[in-house]
């Protein structure tokens, strides 16, 4: 299925789009100033930077989605100007979003042939779409059906599609924007050994990801923005994580350690012998007991399909328990709903920002409001002095970096959008905070300032649990980890533990 045809006159290795001297201007912010950025035949170039570095504005400009405000693009040896993203795509310029933007009432198979379906005299080819599809699942190492509605998969599987949609047009260029913030470490494997079968076959790669260790497994060259400037670039052979992050945040640096010289209080959270269903007979938690007091950052650490996001829906109300109970403050609140869950004082940062974390047609302060609206409004009348309030502080406390509260939530990079989600949920005074997964999809900047955020908050009494497939951050802030396995608590450490440890007792080879 996967094949690239390019022009006769390019071998690998040769320069297929060149990026002079592009500068995107909105309003009073210098997206990108000046960037000369080179993509190359049969090579995996990786794009480094923090969120707001200017990474995915320089892709959709790559890939006709916005136009530069100055500079030029060299196609081929020649310059051209894309007016869409269909004519990029006519170009063989293909991208993959770091949000996933897949339709969910429509099955597999239409999304990923949506807007270019397959034709013959009697309308669209709906067997040979799916043929393709199951095609492009089995080289995927999906089991997928073609026909089944993208709403009901999960986040990683989602992941999936979107790529299996890339990878269907045959592109020469293929930029991928955070490929694998939702993927399994086996996944991830799968999705590795196919750009490597890419570039063999001469197209051309653009990686960008967050993930640096598992970006220098794949990249042939590496390129950092910084602040809308290019700051470095190397081939592989002359760089390692120390060079990634000290052109990225400069000397010294790391995502903190556990918040101490203060005692932690009561338990603030009892989890005991929870069980909750997952798909088929099988019991995503299975058995599950934990405490966590007031003041201690727990990290929740296990591999895809360990059961920790089911662990959080579970506790925060989304999903309904099988058996066990869940008790805040020594008051069960098993039964109650998500909405009295969080007038109790327990709230949740959910993996899918975008879906589940956000309204993207609201701005900045209507997001971070939407949970305490009811503080605000008294005799059904909105007090927007109050909300005014509320807003500024919360942009203040978890140093959103935006215009002001009016702005767009579409305008912020992925990590002020993240950090918009935890100011909204710390906008309801809760006394437990679960995250599943906070750092996906952000850069090592904006995981030190989420982390620093949790570190501040458990200082001041805030029992904090958050999930992370990224045996890195298990050792960052939390006060114990808790590896899960199929289900089950498989180890508890403390914050000595070693990297390898974590990982041995989650099941993973520690050889990877």
Request: proline share 2%; net charge negative.
């Amino acid at each position: 299925m996967i094949n690239a045809t390019l022009n006769a006159a390019l071998v690998q290795h040769d320069v297929v789009l060149a990026a002079n001297n592009i500068s995107k201007i909105y309003g009073s912010n210098h997206a990108l100033k000046g960037v000369n950025f080179e993509i190359r035949c049969g090579q995996v170039t990786t794009l480094f930077g923090e969120n707001g570095a200017g990474k995915s504005t320089l892709m959709k400009i790559l890939s006709g989605v916005v136009t530069p405000t100055s500079g030029e693009i060299i196609l081929d040896g020649k310059p051209c100007i894309f007016s869409s993203a269909t004519q990029a795509r006519e170009c063989g310029i293909s991208i993959i979003h770091q949000e996933l933007n897949l339709a969910p009432n429509l099955n597999v198979r239409d999304n990923i042939f949506i807007g270019r379906e397959i034709s013959h005299a009697s309308g669209v080819d709906f067997a040979e779409e799916e043929r393709i599809t199951r095609e492009l699942m089995l080289e995927l190492e999906e089991d997928i059906d073609p026909l089944i509605p993208a709403e009901v998969l999960r986040l990683g599987q989602q992941q999936i599609v979107e790529i299996a949609r890339a990878l269907s047009v045959n592109a020469r260029i293929l930029i991928m924007d955070e490929p694998t913030s939702a993927l399994s470490a086996a996944e991830v494997k799968v999705l590795f050994k196919i750009i490597r079968d890419l570039t063999r076959r001469g197209v051309a790669i653009v990686y960008i990801s967050h993930h640096l260790e598992e970006a220098l497994e794949i990249t042939d060259q590496a390129v950092v923005l910084r602040d809308g400037v290019m700051t470095a670039k190397a081939n592989r052979s002359d760089i390692d994580l120390e060079w990634i992050v000290r052109n990225m945040v400069g000397d010294h640096f790391d995502l903190g350690c556990p918040p101490s010289g203060y005692e932690f209080g009561e338990t603030a959270l009892n989890i005991n012998k929870l069980c909750v269903q997952g798909k088929g007979e099988y019991l995503a938690v299975d058995n599950l007991s934990l405490n966590v007091k007031a003041g201690e950052i727990v990290c929740i650490y296990g591999l895809m399909g360990a059961g920790r996001t089911e662990l959080m829906e579970c506790i925060a109300g989304r999903l309904p328990t099988a058996s066990g109970t869940v008790s805040l403050a020594e008051q069960n609140i098993s039964t109650l709903s998500i909405a009295s869950r969080i007038k109790r004082g327990l709230a949740l940062v959910p993996e899918d920002r975008q879906r589940d974390g956000l309204v993207q047609t609201m701005s900045v302060g209507e997001n971070l409001s939407l949970a305490s609206i009811s503080d605000i409004v008294k005799k059904m009348v909105l007090s927007f002095k109050q909300e005014k309030a509320l807003i500024n502080d919360s942009i203040r406390n978890v140093t959103v970096k935006t215009a002001g509260g009016e702005a767009d939530i579409g305008s912020l990079s992925g990590g002020n959008q993240q950090k918009v989600v935890i100011g909204k949920v710390l906008a309801t005074r809760p006394k437990v905070i679960l995250l599943d997964e906070p750092s996906r999809g952000i850069d090592i900047g904006a995981k030190a300032e989420v982390f620093r955020l949790l570190a501040e908050n458990a200082r001041k009494g805030l029992a904090v649990i958050y999930s992370t497939s990224e045996v890195g951050e298990c050792l960052s802030v939390a006060h114990r980890i808790v590896v899960m396995s199929k289900g089950r608590i498989s180890a508890i450490f403390d914050a000595s533990v070693s990297k390898e440890c974590i990982m041995a007792a989650s099941g993973e080879s520690v050889s990877v």
